[in-house]
């Protein structure tokens, strides 16, 4: 156990889950989508690194399905609007969103090798069309009137495009990188 990465993302956790994004802002899916970035691939990497011997029986293969199933399934208009309007929904697709996670990161990064980079990298993949296909839609999916994220009022269109946007960046940065590393090390010498 790694105490330091454990407290960081229980950190991470507290700010995310009771600043203004689940909040205040929880009708813009900006806000939705920092939300979501920074508990999928923030906090439960953290969480993977800090409990590197936690008790899963999950391999990179089934935890990417996993993964992949509840993020595209929480995008839905429906499950979206549910989660932006009732706080017990929005509790529910956050933990979610966490355990999910979790089951990634812990998978991947104890498989190790080329088997988890798979994993990582699908993600990376998947992260990339849904955050285009989001910032790109020609009308607005989540909401018809505006909303505030973090003190700025956004109108509809505007708000699902920097909300596919940081879901676009981050899943793209994050899990590519997580990857990569993966396949660094899988070719240094002796390994």
Known sequence: MRPGF???ALALLALIWGGPLLGADRASFAAHMIAHMGVVALA?????????????????????LIEFLLVWGWHAPALRGAAATMPLVTVAE????????????????????????????????HMTLLGALLALAPRPLYGDAFVTCLGVSLA???????????MLAVGAIVYLAGGLALVGRSLEPGR
Do not use: E, K, Y
């Open 44 to 64: 439960a990497p953290l969480l993977a690194l800090g409990l590197p011997a936690a008790p899963t029986h999950v391999g990179p293969a089934l935890a990417t």
């Open 6 to 8: 454990i407290l960081a």
């Open 94 to 125: 956050q933990a979610s969103f966490l355990a999910a996670g979790f089951l990634l990161w812990h998978a991947c990064l104890r498989a190790g090798g080329l088997v988890g980079a798979v994993g990582l990298l699908f993600t990376a993949m």
């Open 156 to 166: 509809p269109a505007a708000d699902q495009s920097l909300g596919g946007t940081v």
